[in-house]
């Protein structure tokens, strides 16, 4: 429960203002700034993954519960809006090494996630997705990370 709660947490509650590494891919932050530009990801290597059951019961505690959880901070390039930063973790665990204060929350399963109605759409999204694909921008690099939701 907590590998699903840490990932979700980290990723979901970004949008408002678990353990282990999922799959990674890299991309200059340049391209960002583009139309959303394929972001290849490797081939998958010992993963962390997400139980279905813990998802679901995390998703049913509703949005914000999530929101609660995480603090973030708009995050912008050129003066465009880019994504959410992690500033930290209400809890004040680290949560998920994948995921730490500092890294920017660009997408959520290839959504942005700048409004709150695009927050609310991905997380209903989740109830039926296959994996968790989080686009994170750390340290001018853009990042995949890759959660498969696995029964």
Do not use: W
Not at 87 to 106: K, L, M, T
Not at 112 to 139: H, K, N, S
């Amino acid at each position: 429960m907590k590998k699903a709660l840490s990932i979700v947490i980290a990723g979901l509650s970004l949008a408002g203002c678990g353990a282990g590494s999922g799959s990674v891919s890299v991309q200059r932050e340049s391209s960002l700034l583009e139309a959303q530009a394929d972001v290849p990801e490797p081939p998958p290597a010992e993963e962390a993954v997400v139980h279905r059951p813990d998802l679901d019961a995390i998703l049913d505690e509703g949005p914000a519960a999530l929101l609660a959880r995480v603090e973030t901070a708009p995050h912008r390039t050129e003066g465009r809006f880019v994504g959410f930063a992690i500033v930290s973790y209400r809890d004040g665990q680290p949560s998920i090494p994948d995921i730490r204060p500092g890294d920017v929350v660009v997408s959520v399963n290839d959504r942005g996630i700048e409004r709150p109605e695009r927050y609310l759409e991905v997380f209903e999204a989740l109830r039926g997705a296959d994996e968790i694909r989080f686009e994170i921008l750390r340290d001018g690099m853009r990042h995949m990370l890759v959660y498969p939701i696995v029964p």
